[in-house]
C-alpha cells in the first residue's frame, strides 16, 4: 500500500519521491538522487527534489518574468494572441514533460531545463541575437547567456544537470542527459508548429502554403502536425531503448519534413521582406544603445559587473544589461537616450502663427 503526503512527516517526503522515481523511472533516466549537485554546497528542502527545487527557481526569476516581453518572431506583437518568449517556453515545457512522462523518464529535470533554457534571449528574438553576434567581437548566443544569467548575473546556483541541459541546446553540443535530448528536440517541433499558426494570424500565409509532401508525412493543421511528431518521438525513442541506445530520435521520414518545414519558414517567413525591414530598425536601436553604454557604463545598473575570474570587462557588462532587456524596455531606452526630446511649450505662447 503506498503513503500519501498526509501520511508522511515532512521530513519524509524528498525520501518518498526518490523511493518512487527508483521504482517508475527508466533505467536510462536520471534519478534526482543521482544528481551532481550544485556549485555552492546548500541544504536541501526536505519536502522537493533537487530538480524541483530548479524548476521553482527559474520560475522565480527575474530573468524569466522578463520572457513575457520578449519577441518569438513578431516583434512587439500588438495582438494578444501571438506569441512572446514566455509563452514559448511554457509550450516546449509542456510538449517536453509529455515526452518524458510517455518514455519514463525524470520529469522534473525536463521541466526545468524547459523553462530555463530560454533566458538568455536578448530583445527582438533571434533578429536581437544576430545582431549582438554582429556587434560584440567575443560573440553571443542565448544558450550561454541563459547559463550565465543562472550562474553569475543572477545566480540560482542550479544543478549541473539543469545547467548541462541549458548550455546544450546549441545545435552542435550533445547533450549530457535524455531529459536535455527530449527538450532540444521539442523545442524545434513546438516552434515550427506555433510561428506557423502566429504567421497565418499575422496574415503572411495560410494553412495551404505548406508543401504537399509536408503535410502528407505531418498533417493538415497544426494540432495534427504536432501530434505526429510527438507520438512518432516517443515510439522511435522506445525503440532505441529496447535496443539499449541512450538517444531520443524521430523516424527519417518525419525528421525530413520537419527539417523542410523549417527551411520552408525561413525562406517564406523567417527571412521575408517585412522581417528584413524590421531587423534594420532592430539593429538601430541596439547598435545605438550598444555604442551609448560602452561611452557611458557608468549609466549601467551596477556596472561593478565582472567575470567570473573578478577582472572588470565594461563590454561584457553592456552586453549582459542590453540582452537581457525586453523589446519593450529597450525601445523606450533608445528613445530616451537617443532621439530629441520634444521642448515642453509655455500654454500660454502657444496660440498659432498668426496670434
Same mark, same amino acid.
Given at each position: 500500500?503506498?503513503?500519501?503526503?498526509?501520511?508522511?512527516?515532512?521530513? *519524509?517526503?524528498?525520501?518518498?519521491?526518490?523511493?518512487?522515481?527508483?521504482?517508475?523511472?527508466?533505467?536510462?533516466?536520471?534519478?534526482?538522487?543521482?544528481?551532481?549537485?550544485?556549485?555552492?554546497?546548500?541544504? *536541501?528542502?526536505?519536502?522537493?527534489?533537487?530538480?524541483?527545487?530548479?524548476?521553482?527557481?527559474?520560475?522565480?526569476?527575474?530573468?524569466?518574468?522578463?520572457?513575457?516581453?520578449?519577441?518569438?518572431?513578431? =516583434?512587439?506583437?500588438?495582438?494578444?494572441?501571438?506569441?512572446?518568449?514566455?509563452?514559448?517556453?511554457?509550450?516546449?515545457?509542456?510538449?517536453?514533460?509529455?515526452?518524458?512522462?510517455?518514455?519514463?523518464?525524470?520529469?522534473?529535470?525536463?521541466?526545468?531545463?524547459?523553462?530555463?533554457?530560454?533566458?538568455?534571449?536578448?530583445?527582438?528574438?533571434?533578429?536581437?541575437?544576430?545582431?549582438?553576434?554582429?556587434?560584440?567581437?567575443?560573440?553571443?548566443?542565448?544558450?550561454?547567456?541563459?547559463?550565465?544569467?543562472?550562474?553569475?548575473?543572477?545566480?540560482? #546556483?542550479?544543478?549541473?544537470?539543469?545547467?548541462?541541459?541549458?548550455?546544450?541546446?546549441?545545435?552542435?553540443?550533445?547533450?549530457?542527459?535524455?531529459?536535455?535530448?527530449?527538450?532540444?528536440?521539442? *523545442?524545434?517541433?513546438?516552434?515550427?508548429?506555433?510561428?506557423?499558426?502566429?504567421?497565418? %494570424?499575422?496574415?503572411?500565409?495560410?494553412?495551404?502554403?505548406?508543401?504537399?509532401?509536408?503535410?502528407?508525412?505531418?498533417?493538415?493543421?497544426?494540432?495534427?502536425?504536432?501530434?505526429?511528431?510527438?507520438? *512518432?518521438?516517443?515510439?522511435?525513442?522506445?525503440?532505441?531503448?529496447?535496443?539499449?541506445?541512450?538517444? =531520443?530520435?524521430?523516424?527519417?521520414?518525419?525528421?525530413?519534413?520537419?527539417?523542410?518545414? %523549417?527551411?520552408?519558414?525561413?525562406?517564406?517567413?523567417?527571412?521575408?521582406?517585412?522581417?528584413?525591414?524590421?531587423?534594420?530598425?532592430?539593429?538601430?536601436?541596439?547598435?545605438?544603445?550598444?555604442?551609448?553604454?560602452?561611452?557611458?557604463?557608468?549609466?549601467?545598473?551596477?556596472?561593478?559587473?565582472?567575470?567570473?575570474? #573578478?577582472?572588470?570587462?565594461?563590454?561584457?557588462?553592456?552586453?549582459?544589461?542590453?540582452?537581457?532587456?525586453?523589446?519593450?524596455?529597450?525601445?523606450?531606452?533608445?528613445?530616451?537616450?537617443?532621439?530629441?526630446?520634444?521642448?515642453?511649450?509655455?500654454?500660454?505662447?502657444?496660440?498659432?502663427?498668426?496670434?
Amino acid at each position: 500500500m503506498s503513503l500519501s503526503l498526509s501520511d508522511l512527516d515532512v521530513r *519524509d517526503v524528498r525520501a518518498m519521491l526518490h523511493r518512487q522515481e527508483q521504482e517508475w523511472l527508466h533505467p536510462f533516466a536520471l534519478q534526482s538522487a543521482q544528481s551532481q549537485g550544485r556549485k555552492a554546497t546548500e541544504p *536541501d528542502l526536505r519536502y522537493q527534489t533537487v530538480f524541483q527545487s530548479d524548476r521553482n527557481r527559474i520560475v522565480s526569476s527575474k530573468a524569466f518574468r522578463r520572457l513575457k516581453h520578449k519577441t518569438q518572431v513578431f =516583434i512587439s506583437p500588438v495582438g494578444d494572441h501571438y506569441r512572446t518568449r514566455l509563452t514559448h517556453t511554457l509550450e516546449v515545457s509542456q510538449v517536453a514533460r509529455t515526452v518524458a512522462r510517455a518514455l519514463r523518464l525524470n520529469e522534473d529535470l525536463t521541466e526545468a531545463i524547459a523553462l530555463g533554457h530560454d533566458l538568455g534571449h536578448p530583445p527582438f528574438g533571434h533578429t536581437g541575437e544576430a545582431i549582438l553576434q554582429e556587434l560584440f567581437p567575443q560573440g553571443f548566443n542565448h544558450e550561454a547567456q541563459s547559463v550565465r544569467i543562472a550562474s553569475i548575473i543572477e545566480p540560482l #546556483n542550479l544543478t549541473a544537470e539543469v545547467l548541462d541541459g541549458m548550455a546544450s541546446q546549441l545545435n552542435q553540443t550533445t547533450p549530457g542527459t535524455l531529459e536535455a535530448q527530449v527538450v532540444k528536440m521539442t *523545442d524545434r517541433m513546438t516552434y515550427l508548429q506555433h510561428d506557423v499558426e502566429d504567421a497565418i %494570424r499575422a496574415g503572411l500565409m495560410r494553412e495551404t502554403d505548406i508543401p504537399a509532401d509536408i503535410e502528407h508525412t505531418l498533417g493538415k493543421d497544426r494540432k495534427t502536425r504536432l501530434e505526429t511528431m510527438i507520438a *512518432d518521438m516517443i515510439e522511435q525513442s522506445q525503440q532505441q531503448f529496447e535496443k539499449n541506445q541512450r538517444v =531520443i530520435t524521430v523516424s527519417e521520414d518525419v525528421r525530413d519534413a520537419i527539417t523542410a518545414l %523549417r527551411q520552408w519558414m525561413f525562406d517564406h517567413i523567417y527571412l521575408s521582406p517585412s522581417q528584413v525591414q524590421q531587423k534594420q530598425k532592430v539593429h538601430r536601436v541596439l547598435s545605438g544603445l550598444v555604442q551609448h553604454f560602452l561611452n557611458h557604463p557608468e549609466q549601467i545598473p551596477q556596472p561593478e559587473q565582472v567575470t567570473s575570474d #573578478n577582472t572588470p570587462e565594461i563590454s561584457l557588462a553592456v552586453l549582459d544589461y542590453v540582452s537581457g532587456m525586453t523589446d519593450r524596455y529597450a525601445t523606450d531606452l533608445y528613445c530616451q537616450l537617443l532621439l530629441p526630446t520634444p521642448y515642453p511649450v509655455d500654454k500660454g505662447l502657444d496660440k498659432g502663427l498668426f496670434v
